[in-house]
């Protein structure tokens, strides 16, 4: 088997509403994207917070990332069947719906005071968020020109990245401080209630919205040259980009995540900051701050820089501050890992439009295949739990640096689109 690049694509949408509508859809759009950044993020507030209610290690506690993220690998192939059937909208609201189910499930789960049943709630709603990401990641990518995917899908993930800075104020406030006062462990379990009732009722909110709004149905058809593919082709998994970058999205949504779930602990070391959990939640909000930050201006400036050479440099950055943090102490140490955020910034959008790029009929299946390996997000810090445990916080932060060598080379050189042929 050989690889031959792509030499030539034409990718047309047809739509029920006109491209005048794009606007409006893509506006619409980032509500979602704020709500998951939003969910996704309260679970770095979780961590510690049930750390503490159940006495638990360090390896124990990112069960609760391996539940949510599990829930990534085991949904997203059927989540993108569903979605090929019921079409980009439909799946948007069922999304919504199953995630506000995985909210409301919080409120047994305290009353139980059972950490299983936690687990248990965090897999329903992360469940919802995959097929929200299935859904909605790929019709970001296709309101408008596929060369501009990239800028557009950054775009929409700032407002993702606008709901991870947000959350730890909301989480510290109402889920830490409330557990900081409260004078059982049952009272601490049952502060995160009406929290997780409150974002219940959000979501719902949502899927009553978008069941009822009117916008552009997109269908995609393939029109890439025959002669560069085989005649039973029927499989984006032929795509080598692809596949790579599935790989990229699992490292680096696993750096990502491993690096959230021990700031806290991190910026509560002594010789770091040495802050209480209360008070290092609310910097994860620099930290996720800085992906936001760096979406929006990435947005711009991939307009002019190709989206593989912004991927790179950003990973390299990562790389060296991440190095920074863990031979040094202080306010150095602190500052460093902190910054990460701002390179962590354009990585998932990239990295997902340059992998479907070129998938044509296949991007339905391309979709699911990456939101799959989003289950990098369970995998790595669980692995960087078990380090922590061994060897402590800091030195295990060793784990991500590997996770962006991979990125950095997927922007330099795996990005590029080629098809296996016979």
Excluded at 202 to 220: E, R
Excluded at 352 to 366: C, P, V
Aim: hydrophobic share 55%.
């Amino acid at each position: 088997m050989a690889s031959s690049s792509i030499q030539t694509q034409n990718i047309e949408y047809s739509t029920k509403g006109g491209s005048e509508n794009y606007t409006f859809a893509l506006t619409s759009l980032t509500s979602l994207f704020f709500m998951w950044g939003f969910i996704t993020c309260l679970n770095d507030i979780l961590i510690p917070h049930l750390k503490g209610v159940f006495d638990l290690s360090y390896s124990q506690a990112m069960l609760v990332q391996f539940c949510f993220f599990g829930a990534y690998f085991i949904v997203s192939l059927p989540a993108g069947l569903l979605v090929k059937k019921l079409g980009y909208q439909k799946g948007i609201v069922l999304g919504l719906v199953i995630a506000a189910i995985g909210c409301l499930c919080f409120y047994p789960a305290a009353n139980m005071h059972s950490y299983p049943v936690f687990l248990m709630a965090l897999f329903i709603l992360a469940s919802g968020i995959t097929v929200l990401q299935v859904s909605a990641n790929p019709y970001v990518s296709m309101l408008g020109d596929a060369k501009t995917a990239s800028s557009r899908l950054t775009m929409t993930q700032a407002f993702n990245a606008l709901g991870t800075t947000v959350a730890p104020f909301f989480g510290a406030f109402l889920i830490l401080n409330h557990a900081s006062e409260s004078m059982s462990a049952q009272a601490s379990a049952e502060a995160v209630q009406m929290p997780y009732v409150f974002l219940a009722a959000m979501l719902l909110g949502l899927a009553a919205i978008f069941a009822w709004l009117k916008l552009p149905n997109l269908s995609v058809t393939d029109d890439i040259d025959n002669k560069y593919l085989s005649k039973d082709t029927g499989s984006a998994w032929q795509y080598s980009h692809l596949v790579l970058g599935a790989v990229g999205i699992f490292v680096y949504v696993g750096a990502e995540v491993a690096i959230g779930s021990f700031l806290v602990s991190f910026l509560a070391d002594p010789t770091i900051a040495g802050l209480e959990e209360s008070e290092a939640a609310k910097y994860i909000a620099y930290y996720w701050g800085g992906a936001m930050v760096g979406r929006f201006v990435g947005a711009v400036v991939m307009q002019k820089v190709a989206a593989g050479k912004a991927l790179f440099f950003n990973a390299t950055l990562a790389v060296i501050l991440i190095l920074v943090a863990v031979l040094s102490s202080g306010t150095l140490a602190m500052v460093a890992i902190l910054l990460v955020g701002l390179c962590n910034s354009i990585m998932f959008p990239t990295i997902f439009s340059l992998a479907i790029n070129g998938l044509g009929k296949h991007t339905s299946q391309g979709s699911g295949i990456l939101c799959l390996a989003i289950v990098g997000g369970a995998i790595i810090p669980l692995f960087q739990g078990l380090l922590a445990d061994s060897i402590g916080v800091q030195p295990a932060f060793v784990l991500p640096i590997f996770c962006y060598f991979f990125i950095a080379y997927y922007g330099l050189s795996g990005s590029k689109v080629k098809v296996k042929a016979n």
